[in-house]
């Protein structure tokens, strides 16, 4: 009997660690990066021409509701993106990507950062509905890039951190209702 009473417990517990459902993906309401805790700042549904592309979650070590805090220093922190559309070919990643950096820089910024952003976009496959991509932004300065559970890379720079976080954070974001709800601030 005490074991039941143990197993029941247990699982009762386990809805609290989920901070969200988002269309029925589950959204922890932490993650552990570097051996720190970030905490759940928000998350929301990309959309696009009234189809759902993926569940973005963006995680901060202190809740923050302005994306210029975010954007003046960017790490720790981590974007999770979980796709749930049947599936997003690798070659309109690579578009969004890049049209996403040259919405929200400068020329010359954008031409500072070109070189890497080619590297950035190789790392893509294409997705299906359940693949998760995270981007972990370190406080070394480097964006590490981690798909399907598998690390498959990382960046240098804090301009680049800035950068893939204006894609989301931006004046123009990809989406700005998943701009909001990023921004919540919990």
């Known amino acids: ?12 517990l386990l809805p609290s660690a989920w901070a969200a459902d988002i269309d029925g993906v589950s959204v922890p ?4 990066l570097q051996g720190e805790k970030l905490a759940l700042n928000g998350a929301g549904m990309r959309t696009k021409f009234f189809f759902d592309i993926y569940v973005g979650a963006l995680y901060l070590e202190k809740p923050v509701s302005h994306a210029a805090a975010v ?8 974007v ?13 990643l690579i578009k969004g ?5 040259k919405k929200n820089q400068s020329k010359a910024s954008f031409g500072a950062l070109e070189e890497r952003l080619a590297v950035f976009n190789q790392m893509f496959v294409d997705l299906e509905k359940g693949d998760r991509i995270n ?10 890039v981690v ?7 990382s960046i240098e720079g804090v301009d680049f951190q800035q950068a893939l976080l204006a894609v989301w954070l931006g004046d123009k974001p990809a989406d700005n209702d998943l701009k909001q709800a990023m921004l919540k601030g919990k």
Do not use: C, H, N
Not at 135 to 144: E, K, N, P, V
């Open 147 to 153: 798909i399907k559970g598998k690390q498959v890379g």
């Open 29 to 32: 309401d932490q993650v552990v």
């Open 71 to 78: 954007l003046a220093k960017p790490s720790p922190a981590r």
């Open 1 to 12: 009997m005490k074991y039941i009473t143990v197993w029941v417990s247990l699982f009762l």
């Open 80 to 92: 999770s993106m979980v796709i749930v559309y049947s599936e997003v070919d690798k070659g309109k």
């Open 135 to 144: 981007f972990d932004f370190l406080t070394s300065g480097q964006t590490r």
């Open 97 to 101: 990507w890049t049209s996403g950096f």
